[in-house]
């Protein structure tokens, strides 16, 4: 599976904003899907994982309450609609596929877009 990440910008602290992961292929919905994120000088960090099956999700203690991953797989898309942003938040948010229904750990993913850029001003 390929995944494309996009949605990243500039939005001011409070503000709302909604990244997408565009997935090509047929198996889609037997992926879990993750979000992860890399600021600046520090190592890539889970955020939110949504199950293949069955809605379960998982979120760092950091996002939440805050941020909500969701997918239709019907559009092969995964989304992470972000709200309350915190400069903290700024980093370079990446989607992943696994084969595990539902993980947090990054080795478990075996499949990684781009990364799209948050950068959230105070």
């Known amino acids: 599976v390929q995944l494309q990440a996009s949605g990243g910008g500039l939005v001011q602290a409070g503000g709302p904003l909604r990244l997408s992961c565009a997935a090509s292929?047929?198996?889609?919905?037997?992926?879990?899907m993750g979000w992860f994120r890399q600021a600046p000088g520090k190592d890539r960090e889970f955020v939110a994982a949504?199950?293949?099956?069955?809605?379960?999700?998982r979120y760092a203690d950091s996002v939440k309450g805050r941020f909500t991953i969701s997918r239709d797989n019907a559009k092969n898309t995964v989304y992470l609609q972000m709200n309350s942003l915190k400069p903290e938040d700024t980093a370079v948010y990446y989607c992943?596929?696994?084969?595990?229904?539902?993980?947090?750990?990054?080795?478990?993913?075996?499949?990684w877009g781009q990364g799209t850029p948050v950068t959230v001003s105070s």
């Open positions: 292929g047929r198996t889609f919905g037997s992926y879990g």
């Open positions: 949504r199950a293949s099956t069955g809605g379960s999700t």
């Open positions: 992943a596929a696994s084969t595990w229904r539902l993980t947090t750990s990054q080795a478990n993913y075996d499949h």
